[in-house]
C-alpha cells in the first residue's frame, strides 16, 4: 500500500484505527470502484446498442445504411460458423493480426532505438529532424498504394504500412522521454563514473520507458489501421478485403462486423500490453486515482 493510500484512507478515520483496517477499507473501496466503473461501462454499451436497435426497428433511421446491433451479430455468427465468401473469417484475421504484429514490433523497435539515439545525440536531432518532418508530413493512406506497387499485393506491403504507422508515434514519443529525463540524476550518475553507455542503460531509458510505454498503447492501433488501409487499397485476405467487399455490395452488416472484430482485437492488445507494463514498469509510483 502506497503512502497516498494511507492519507487518503486515514482521513476518514477515528485515532487509534490499525493499520490493518485501513488496508482493509481501501481493499474495499477499490473494489466498489472498480464494480461501479463496470456497472457504467455495461450500461453506456447497452443503451447505445438498445437505441441503435430501437432505431433501426422503429424506422428512425435506415437499417439498410445503419444496420442493426441484432444485423451485424448475425453476419458475425454466420461469418464464424460458415466463414465468409473469401474463405474462413479466422484466416483473413489472422493474416491482418500477422501483418499488424510485425508491422508493431519491427515499427517499434526502430523507433525506440532511433528515437533514443536521437535524443542523446543534439548534433545527429538537429541534422535528421527536417527530413523526419518531412516524411511524417505524407499522408498514410498515400503510402499505401506506393508500397503495394513497389512491394506487391502480399504480406510485405501492409507490414511497410503498419511500420510507418507505428514508427512516428514510438519515435517521438521515446525521442521527447530521453529529452525529458531527470538532469539531476544525469549529473549524480556522472559523478559517479558511469559511461554513456551506463547511462543510457540505467539512467535515461528508463526514465523514458513512462513516455514509450504511452505510445506503445496506441499504437498497436496503428498497426492494425494500417494493415487494414493495405488490405483495402489491395489484397488478397485481411479483415481490410472484407471491409472492402462488403463496401461493394452494400453489406452495412458486414462493414460494421469487421468494424467490431478490429475493435474487440484492439481492445485485447491493449489488455495485453497494460499487464506488460506493469511487469516492466513496477517501479513507477501508483497512479493517484487507483490510490483514491
Do not use: C
Not at 29 to 44: E, H, K, M, Q, Y
Not at 148 to 170: T, Y
Amino acid at each position: 500500500m502506497t503512502d497516498a493510500t494511507i492519507n487518503i484512507s486515514t482521513a476518514n478515520f477515528r485515532p487509534g484505527t490499525s493499520d490493518a483496517e485501513i488496508e482493509a477499507a481501501a481493499a474495499k473501496a477499490a473494489v466498489n470502484r472498480r464494480r461501479t466503473v463496470l456497472f457504467w461501462r455495461l450500461g453506456i454499451l447497452i443503451a447505445f446498442l438498445g437505441s441503435w436497435e430501437l432505431a433501426g426497428r422503429m424506422a428512425w433511421i435506415d437499417p439498410f445504411f445503419y444496420a442493426m446491433p441484432s444485423t451485424i451479430a448475425g453476419r458475425l455468427y454466420e461469418w464464424i460458423t460458415e466463414g465468409t465468401s473469401e474463405g474462413p473469417l479466422w484466416y483473413h484475421l489472422y493474416v491482418t493480426m500477422e501483418e499488424s504484429v510485425l508491422g508493431f514490433v519491427t515499427g517499434s523497435v526502430a523507433g525506440i532505438i532511433i528515437g533514443v539515439a536521437l535524443g542523446r545525440n543534439r548534433m545527429a536531432a538537429d541534422i535528421f529532424s527536417i527530413y523526419i518532418k518531412l516524411i511524417n508530413s505524407i499522408p498514410r493512406v498515400v503510402l499505401a498504394p506506393i508500397f503495394i506497387m513497389i512491394l506487391g499485393l502480399g504480406l510485405a506491403s501492409k507490414v511497410a504500412l503498419a511500420f510507418v504507422m507505428v514508427f512516428f508515434v514510438v519515435f517521438h514519443n521515446a525521442f521527447q522521454g530521453v529529452r525529458e529525463a531527470d538532469r539531476a540524476m544525469i549529473a549524480n550518475a556522472r559523478i559517479l563514473g558511469a559511461s554513456d553507455w551506463q547511462l543510457t542503460r540505467s539512467v535515461i531509458v528508463p526514465s523514458a520507458m513512462s513516455w514509450i510505454f504511452a505510445s506503445l498503447h496506441v499504437s498497436f492501433g496503428f498497426a492494425i489501421i494500417g494493415a487494414i488501409v493495405g488490405e483495402f487499397v489491395g489484397s488478397r485476405f485481411g479483415i481490410g478485403l472484407l471491409i472492402n467487399i462488403a463496401k461493394g455490395s452494400f453489406d452495412a452488416a458486414g462493414m460494421y462486423a469487421a468494424i467490431v472484430i478490429v475493435m474487440v482485437v484492439a481492445l485485447g492488445a491493449e489488455y495485453l500490453m497494460t499487464l506488460v507494463e506493469n511487469r516492466l514498469a513496477k517501479w513507477r509510483p501508483q497512479p493517484l486515482h487507483e490510490t483514491q
